[in-house]
């Protein structure tokens, strides 16, 4: 028997489960998937924007693993300083991969930064999306305009919610806090602003061709920015997505505004300077015009502008951040890594693995996942004849109990279910999350009772 821990449950942990039980020959193989949070998931459950209901059901494929009979879930387990050391893994199980993601968000690295009024995109996701960490409420409190510093997925998502009115976010799963913030939001004027160029941008033509369905606002392009780029002026060069992402807002600069009560902005060529003050909060964000430096970036001009925004978001990039009692690479923010294998020092550490982004970094959309796993777990069965030669304890589960760990097992995670489904019942909307820590435990425990 070849006993194996996962450390996190979003899309790369499922998939390195997935892929060692679902493998045939011997040894046989079971995995524990551990998770600091009581509900697994992930990135899905708390990233996942909840208007996006088709992509959130991708929970319903991660489930269908989790209930192997050869997965056990055992979630609200931390790893590292406070829970279980990375060193006590290594003694429970043959093998550990590391799954934990990329946990922190990058800074602008600007004067003003850190007033308030302005959050990374991270804090506003976890806020809307009920993650028990985010502590945080008013984001969109006093705010008209807001200022989006990004322009990828995550831009485009945090963009949309605050450019949708409270009937199209009712049916979602939101917690019922952030809807009622949201319903009473005064948010009318929304810029999404890029330092590059409509070619360069990160987000997907699908993420953004959804701004231009939204009943109540209309996409405002200038189409002189727009021009320069010039891959716009003649697209034809550009790979497919790039491609389409130019004709969608080429349609958009060539169309009137409707009218609708909110306006969302898509701008670009624009280097953020320094956010500016207004009343001891931000007030405005102070950008430099940038052009095209003929070699894939951007220079500046010397010439500034200034967007008015009481609320900004800055959407960056993600980073990883080092675990306790693992080798970390502070300058590409991962784990240094060979096929999956971790390396300390430069030489493969037997029995420990990464994958996803704390493997690769944080790039890629959440299918990327999947071959990213896939090479892990290879490396991981190559090794296999030798790791399970390796004393370990029969049932981990068993020592993890007797050293004070209390899991929350699938029942428990299955009790949380229900409570949300209550919770959304009693408010008349769908499925709602439950807010905070203590509702996920008081949820959890009364599997137990």
């Known amino acids: 028997m070849l006993h194996v821990a996962v450390v996190g449950s979003g899309p790369s942990g499922v998939y ?37 209901e088709k992509i959130k059901s991708l929970q319903n494929n991660l489930r269908t693993v989790l209930e192997n009979e050869r997965v056990r879930f055992l ?16 003694e429970l199980y043959h093998a550990v991969v590391y799954c934990v993601g990329a946990a922190t968000d990058r800074h602008l690295g600007v004067p003003g930064e850190d007033l308030p009024g302005s959050w990374s995109a991270t804090e506003f996701v976890s806020w809307y999306s009920a993650h028990p960490d985010s ?23 945090v963009t949309r919610i605050l450019a949708r009115g409270a009937p199209e976010l009712n049916p979602t799963d939101m917690p019922q806090a952030a809807l009622s913030a949201l319903a009473a939001s005064e948010v009318t004027e929304i810029s999404m602003v890029g330092r590059r160029g409509p070619s360069q941008a990160r987000f997907t033509t699908k993420e953004l061709r959804e701004l231009g369905s939204l009943p109540e606002a209309d996409v405002v392009v200038d189409q002189a920015e727009l ?24 349609g958009w600069a060539a169309a009137a505004p409707l009218g609708r009560p909110r306006r969302i902005r898509p701008r670009f060529f624009l280097r953020p300077v320094e956010l500016l003050a207004d009343g001891g909060r931000v007030g405005a964000v102070r950008f430099e015009r940038t052009v095209p430096d003929g070699e894939g970036g951007v220079t500046g001009t010397g010439r500034f502008e200034e967007i008015e925004a009481q609320l900004v978001l800055r959407s960056v990039g993600y980073r990883g951040v080092p675990l306790d009692g693992l080798p970390f690479d502070p300058g590409r923010g991962t784990v240094p890594q060979l096929a999956g294998r971790v390396l300390r020092d430069g030489v493969v550490s037997p029995g420990e693995y990464v994958a996803g982004w704390i493997k690769r970094g944080p790039t890629g959309v959440i299918g990327t996942n999947r071959p990213c796993a896939k090479e892990t777990v290879t490396s991981l069965l190559e090794d296999a004849p030798a790791l399970v030669r390796r004393e370990v304890v029969e049932d981990p589960l068993a020592a993890l109990l007797a050293d004070g760990v209390r899991p929350v097992e699938w029942a428990g995670w299955q009790a949380i279910e229900r409570a949300e489904a209550e919770l959304g019942a009693e408010l008349g909307r769908g499925v709602v999350k439950l807010p905070d820590w203590d509702a996920l435990w008081t949820a959890a425990r009364t599997a137990r009772s």
């Open 16 to 52: 390195s489960a997935q892929g060692l039980v679902q493998r045939s020959g011997p040894p046989d193989i079971r995995v524990d998937v551990l998770d600091r949070l009581p509900c697994p998931y992930g990135l899905v459950r708390y990233g996942v924007a909840p208007d996006h």
């Open 75 to 90: 979630g609200g387990v931390q790893v590292g300083p406070g829970g279980v050391p990375v060193a006590r893994l290594r």
């Open 135 to 157: 502590v945080t409420d008013g984001f969109v409190a006093g705010a008209r305009s807001a200022v989006v510093i990004g322009i990828g997925n995550v831009a485009v998502d």
């Open 227 to 250: 021009a320069l780029d010039p891959a716009y002026l003649d697209p034809s060069g550009l790979p497919a997505a790039q491609r389409r992402n130019v004709e969608v807002l080429r």
